[in-house]
């Protein structure tokens, strides 16, 4: 996943390929964003132009010496030059070019304060409204200090020096202002659309995450059925094939018995495998198999049934009202089976497998205890090791999906106990959820 840039200058695919930026209306304003630098020659030559044209028409009126002529052109050119190559990087930088020449040229005896309101500009767009409102205060202050030499120390023979002085005051701050208040509006709007298309951004990459999320926990949730389902059937089937082997030649009859047995715990595996790959290929199947439902408690005494067929000697008790929830009564199926697997597989000589479902205080408590013999140390590495963990890790999980708690681990001297208790509280109504 890469995220591109935005720009409101010229739509850009964003993240995932399908955000897209308007164009901005109008096909001059399209023009000017793909030609940022030719905008900033034409701003440069807007302040250039009048400003020298001023200075030349004021030379016959006014006379001054050659050098100072030439110091306020050096200048006034600088001051364009630095236009086109600071405007945008370094407003600043402007700003103070601006200053510098306000207090210096006096075309026509005023004040020339255009450079100044563009740098403000610059600062209110490209940096920040604080910086531009410091910039005008300085700029006030230049402004002030320019009228004040305008007015008293190079007097009008026409126009009195304390009017002369307002004039010039009011051009030195109006000008700034104007540029600074346009800039804050350019700038407020620039930095809120940013805001905006960053949001988005975020926003998108947020959604991918959580649709990776989403994947990753479905691919999880799918794992973890499919290991239910193989590791209990081939378990099953292993057990009883074993056992047939070893009985077919003193006992034909029980070996054949074994191996339907084998024959019917793998058409079963089938069905629910061709089940839950139906769905995954095809999630509007309406197939028998795809529509049948999911095994629940009422399946437990067929699920017994199979391991006391498999030789695992299995008792079921239960206390308390019964599970009424089908996704509840899903996870203690999935609980049952994989803990009864895990005894099969590992505690094949346990004499006695208890499995106990009660409720008790709004919690619903199920519990796995084999008398496997063998040495904990052993159990413990076994049922820990290889593949096996995948059955603990997605029990585990099946209980924190409904804030539980589960346990697993040796049990005595001998013997192996499972125990997942999980939140089942009554409803408004009185019955049990």
């Known amino acids: ?11 850009v695919t964003a993240v995932g390929g399908e955000l897209r930026l308007p164009r901005p209306p109008g096909v001059i304003r399209r023009f000017w964003a793909r030609h940022p630098l030719l905008v900033d020659i034409l701003v440069a030559a807007a302040y250039f132009l009048p400003v020298l044209s001023a200075l030349t028409l004021a030379a016959p009126i006014d006379p001054m010496p050659l050098w100072v002529s030439i110091t306020g052109v050096l200048l006034v050119s600088v001051t364009a030059v630095i236009m086109v190559v600071f405007r945008r990087r370094r407003p600043w930088v402007l700003v103070g070019a601006g200053w510098m020449t306000t207090l210096v040229v006096y075309p026509l005896e005023s004040v020339n304060v255009l450079a ?9 767009v490209y940096r ?4 531009a409102w410091i910039g005008f205060a300085g700029s006030a202050a230049v402004g002030t200090a320019a009228a004040a030499v305008v007015s008293f120390v190079e007097p009008s023979p026409f126009i009195a020096p304390s009017t002369l ?4 005051l009011a051009q030195a701050v109006a000008t700034p202002l104007i540029g600074t208040l ?11 659309v940013g805001a905006l298309i960053a949001r988005v951004e975020d926003l998108a990459r947020e959604r991918d995450r959580q649709a990776q999320l989403a994947t990753a926990l479905e691919r999880s949730r799918i794992a973890r059925e499919m290991h239910d389902i193989v590791s209990h059937s081939l378990t099953v089937m292993v057990t009883l094939a074993d056992g047939s ?8 009859g029980r070996a054949a018995e074994g191996m339907r047995l084998v024959a019917d715990t793998g058409r079963d595996a089938l069905v629910e495998m061709r089940r839950m790959l139906g769905v995954l290929a095809d999630p509007d199947t309406t197939a028998a198999d795809a529509r049948a439902p999911q095994p629940g408690t009422a399946a437990l005494p067929e699920l017994l049934e199979s391991f006391r067929a498999a030789g695992l000697p299995v008792t079921l008790t239960t206390a308390g009202a019964g599970v009424t929830d089908p996704n509840l009564q899903l996870t203690v199926y999935r609980i049952v089976q994989e803990a009864l697997t895990n005894a099969l597989r590992h505690a094949p000589s346990a004499r006695r497998v208890d499995v106990t479902i009660e409720r008790v205080d709004g919690d619903l408590r199920v519990e796995v205890v084999d008398d496997g ?4 140390r052993s159990l413990v590495d076994a049922r820990h090791s290889g593949a096996d963990g995948h059955g603990l890790i997605g029990m585990r999980e099946r209980v924190a999906l409904y804030g539980g708690t589960f346990e697993a681990g040796p049990r005595g001297i001998n013997g192996w106990r499972v125990r997942a208790v999980l939140p089942a509280p009554e409803r408004p109504d009185g019955e049990r959820e």
């Open 165 to 168: 002085f307002l004039l010039a």
């Open 373 to 376: 013999v063998g040495s904990q």
């Open 116 to 124: 100044i309101a563009i740098g403000l500009y610059a600062l209110a």
């Open 1 to 11: 996943m890469t995220a591109a840039r935005l720009s409101p200058d010229r739509p």
């Open 182 to 192: 346009i800039g804050i509006n350019v700038g407020n709007r620039r930095r809120y």
């Open 245 to 252: 082997a070893a009985t077919s030649a003193r006992d034909p």
């Open 128 to 131: 920040s409204t604080r910086s």
